[in-house]
């Protein structure tokens, strides 16, 4: 059920890439970095090509709160949540829940008006100016809602001249592109460093 955005520029899979590694948590092979003696801990939920939208809250419900028991056991006693496509349906969920402190939603998919306003975590959503999953009017719903709940810190953030992927699928060459997505992540970890204590 993904869009044509979504498969119009697959990423080059690099097993090699990062100076992380990948272990098991909660039963899934992750790829995990950064300091182990860190007591935050932030999970990014990728996009993936060939799920469909009927399992994300499956997903959500029976394999994240396993991750996110399997980081906070070890030592972690604060947990955020980033979403990139069908990711952020995932973290949408995740962020209904107790399970984490903050969310943030890059070119989410398949979020609904009705998931917003049911998010009880401080949420960050950055969205693309070009993107059919997701488009200008449905984020500016979101804002909405979130702007009608006080009790819940949070922001939308529509980034002119993208599409949906951006974030993490896009053109290094492309100065521009380049720049909005280093800013988009820069967004996220300033809402991390903030919300994620």
């Excluded at 909660?26 to 935050?40: A, E, F, I, T, W």
């Amino acid at each position: 059920m993904s869009g044509p955005q979504c498969c119009s520029n697959p990423p080059t899979l690099n097993s090699n890439a990062g100076a992380g590694h990948v272990e098991q948590l909660g039963g899934l092979s992750s790829y995990v970095s950064g300091s182990p003696d860190s007591k935050r801990a932030v999970l990014l939920i990728s996009d993936v090509f060939g799920y469909e939208a009927p399992n994300l809250r499956k997903l959500a419900d029976k394999v994240a709160k396993s991750v996110i028991e399997a980081v906070k056991s070890k030592g972690a006693s604060a947990v955020g949540a980033a979403g990139f496509c069908w990711g952020a349906k995932v973290v949408v969920e995740l962020a209904k829940s107790e399970l984490i402190q903050s969310a943030v939603l890059l070119h989410p998919s398949f979020v609904t008006v009705e998931d917003i306003k049911g998010v009880k975590a401080p949420i960050a959503v950055l969205g693309a100016e070009i993107d059919n999953l997701s488009p200008p009017e449905l984020l500016k719903q979101f804002e909405e809602v979130l702007a009608a709940k006080p009790e819940v810190d949070g922001y939308v953030k529509i980034f002119p001249k993208v599409s949906h992927g951006w974030t993490v699928r896009y053109n290094v060459e492309d100065e521009a592109v380049v720049k909005s997505a280093e800013e988009a992540h820069q967004n996220l970890l300033e809402w991390f460093d903030k919300c994620v204590k």
